[in-house]
């Protein structure tokens, strides 16, 4: 999957907030996650539907 359809905004999914992938997890979610020292391995346990990929994407941002 390209880097540029990893995150996506659309007005109808969590009030247009960027989201990874078209779900509803926002990327502000996962900013704070990581930010709060959360592991890439801690966030893909409990985000089982999330790919490596999306979180590194969010890390270059």
Do not use: F, W
Request: charged fraction near 20%; include cysteine; aromatic fraction near 4%.
């Amino acid at each position: 999957m390209q880097n540029l359809t990893r995150i996506t905004r659309n007005p109808e999914v969590m009030g247009g907030k960027p989201c990874i992938r078209g779900m509803r997890i926002t990327v502000g979610t996962i900013v704070g996650l990581m930010a709060s020292g959360h592991t890439n391995s801690d966030i893909l346990a409990a985000y089982p539907y999330l790919e490596e990929a999306d979180i590194q994407r969010i890390s270059i941002q």
